[in-house]
C-alpha cells in the first residue's frame, strides 16, 4: 500500500482554496521533502525560485542536506494577492564514519575511470532535471525492497584521512535477486551501467521529484519507458563499488538530493 503521509508532513501547508491560507513554522528540516495543493491557478516561488503548480494545484519542493536556517515561500493567489512567508528549516547532525587501510585505487580512481565518472555524472545530472507536469507523487512512496537498512541519508565517510561526499542515500541491504519495486508511478529517464552506481535506473514521478535504484544485478525497464508505483523494475545486486548486495535508493527534488527515509514505509526485513 502506498503511504500517503509527507516526509517531514505539511499537511495544512497550503490549503487548496481561493485565498491564502497560513504556512506552519515547524516541521521543515535539511533534508525535508514537502508537497501539498493550493488553489488551482495560483503560484509559487521557494527562495525566488518559482515553482511548478499542477492543473489541480500539486506542488512539491524540497531542501538540501545543507540547507541554511530559513527559507521564503511567496504564494500568489488567482485573484493576485501575494502573502509571503519565511520557512525556518531546522538543522539535523550528520553521523560520520572514518574508514582507514583502503588501497589508493579506491579512494582515488585513475585517469581513465575519472573521465567515465564524470561523463556519468552530467548523463544523471541531467536525468534528474527533467521537469515534467507529472503528478504521481502526490500519491505518496511505497517501499522499493525489503531488507535491513544499511545506509542513511546525510552521513559522511572520511576514507583514508580523506573527507568524501556526503551519502546521499538510503540504503537496504538484501540478497542478490530480491526484487526492487517502483516507489511511485512514472518514466524512466535513465538506464544504465555506472561505475560507482552499478546497474542504475533513475524514475521521474512529476515536478523535479526522481528516484534513484542503483547497484542493481538485472534492469527490467528501460528509458522512456513508464512504470506504476510497485512495478517490479529490477533485482537488488552487487554492482558498481560496494562492498555487498543492496539497494542505493536516491531521492531528489530537480538535482537537490533529499531523505528518503521519512517519505517512505518502515523498512522490513
Not at 228 to 256: C, D, E, K, M, N
Amino acid at each position: 500500500m502506498i503511504r500517503r503521509r509527507t516526509a517531514l508532513a505539511l499537511p495544512a501547508l497550503l490549503l487548496a482554496r481561493p485565498g491564502l491560507a497560513a504556512i506552519p513554522a515547524e516541521g521543515l528540516a535539511q533534508g525535508g521533502f514537502a508537497h501539498g495543493r493550493v488553489a488551482p491557478g495560483s503560484r509559487l516561488a521557494l527562495d525566488g525560485r518559482a515553482l511548478r503548480v499542477g492543473p489541480g494545484g500539486e506542488y512539491a519542493f524540497g531542501f538540501s542536506r545543507d540547507h541554511g536556517a530559513e527559507a521564503t515561500l511567496v504564494l500568489t493567489a488567482p485573484n493576485g494577492r501575494t502573502e509571503t512567508q519565511r520557512l525556518a528549516v531546522a538543522r539535523r547532525d550528520w553521523p560520520t564514519q572514518r574508514i582507514t587501510g583502503l588501497p589508493p585505487a579506491q579512494v582515488t580512481p585513475d585517469p581513465e575511470a575519472l573521465r567515465r565518472i564524470t561523463a556519468e555524472r552530467a548523463r544523471l545530472a541531467a536525468a534528474r532535471a527533467t521537469d515534467s507536469p507529472r503528478t504521481d507523487f502526490a500519491a505518496g512512496f511505497l517501499l522499493p525492497a525489503h531488507g535491513r537498512i544499511s545506509g542513511v541519508f546525510g552521513s559522511q565517510r572520511i576514507l583514508n584521512g580523506e573527507p568524501r561526499q556526503p551519502h546521499f542515500g538510503f540504503d537496504i541491504a538484501a540478497p542478490t535477486g530480491t526484487p526492487l519495486l517502483a516507489a511511485a508511478g512514472g518514466v524512466v529517464t535513465l538506464a544504465g551501467d555506472f561505475f560507482f552506481f552499478g546497474r542504475i535506473v533513475v524514475i521521474d514521478h512529476g515536478h523535479g521529484v526522481n528516484t534513484l535504484y542503483a547497484h542493481m544485478s538485472a534492469q527490467g525497464v528501460t528509458e522512456g519507458q513508464q512504470v506504476a508505483a510497485g512495478q517490479r523494475i529490477g533485482a537488488i545486486g552487487a554492482t558498481g563499488r560496494v562492498t555487498g548486495p543492496h539497494l542505493h535508493f536516491g531521492f531528489s527534488w530537480y538535482t537537490t538530493w533529499l531523505d528518503a527515509q521519512p517519505v517512505l514505509p518502515p523498512v522490513t526485513g
